[in-house]
T-cell receptor, first 116, second 108 residues
Framework: DAGVTQSPTHLIKTRGQQVTLRCSPKSGHDTVSWYQQALGQGPQFIFQYYEEEERQRGNFPDRFSGHQFPNYSSELNVNALLLGDSALYLC???????????????FGQGTRLTVV | AQRVTQPEKLLSVFKGAPVELKCNYSYSGSPELFWYVQYSRQRLQLLLRHISRESIKGFTADLNKGETSFHLKKPFAQEEDSAMYYCALTGGGNKLTFGTGTQLKVEL
């Protein structure tokens, strides 16, 4: 099992552009969460997907959207990129809370997004 | 609102010395507390969680609800403990709230 995989590993975009980041969860996991980690900060929760629906959302604008596919993989889309969106984007997978309480979240290596 | 505070950005100790990484939280309810660790060039991974009451790699953490703290401790630091440590909590739904992290540096 390769664990949680994210692509691409690095990305450079220009202000105003749109970006799509991808995540494949750990085998057997059905829930995907996305986090933004700015330099020198801890990860901040963006949103979580389960059964192809957004279940929880953090304090991020609508420019941040996502999708989950039937195979549980997920995408994070960011529109109208700002310089402040430059960060490491982490994907974490887990089992749904109802299926297995207090399940551990496994993290990917992250995608480093630089907006210029 | 839920919040996790890690007051130290950097903690430097000598090998064999005791380690205590501080974590305080704010949450109106009964949260679950975690410590995550990130070794150099590796992904973020779970170190321990308070409900397990385990000792992992010699580390322990006790949840003190009165002081709303979940400090991470190890009696004798090892060189391989050098890493970034994040305290986190969840109130349910697997949404994690992280602190800003403490860089632990173990010097020889």
């Amino acid at each position: 099992d390769a664990g949680v995989t994210q692509s691409p590993t690095h990305l450079i975009k220009t202000r105003g552009q749109q970006v799509t980041l991808r995540c494949s969860p750990k085998s057997g996991h059905d829930t995907v969460s996305w986090y933004q980690q700015a330099l020198g900060q801890g990860p901040q929760f963006i949103f979580q997907y389960y059964e192809e629906e957004e279940r929880q959302r953090g304090n991020f604008p609508d420019r941040f959207s996502g999708h989950q596919f039937p195979n549980y993989s997920s995408e994070l889309n960011v529109n109208a990129l700002l310089l402040g969106d430059s960060a490491l984007y982490l994907c974490a997978s887990s089992l749904a809370e109802g299926a297995k309480p207090n399940t551990e979240a496994f993290f990917g290596q992250g995608t480093r997004l630089t907006v210029v | 609102a839920q919040r996790v505070t890690q007051p130290e950005k950097l903690l430097s100790v000598f090998k064999g010395a005791p380690v205590e990484l501080k974590c305080n939280y704010s949450y109106s309810g009964s949260p679950e507390l975690f410590w995550y660790v990130q070794y150099s060039r590796q992904r973020l991974q779970l170190l321990l969680r308070h409900i397990s009451r385990e000792s992992i790699k010699g580390f322990t953490a006790d949840l003190n609800k009165g002081e709303t703290s979940f400090h991470l401790k190890k009696p004798f630091a090892q060189e391989e403990d050098s890493a970034m440590y994040y305290c986190a909590l969840t109130g349910g739904g697997n949404k994690l709230t992280f602190g800003t992290g403490t860089q632990l540096k173990v010097e020889l």
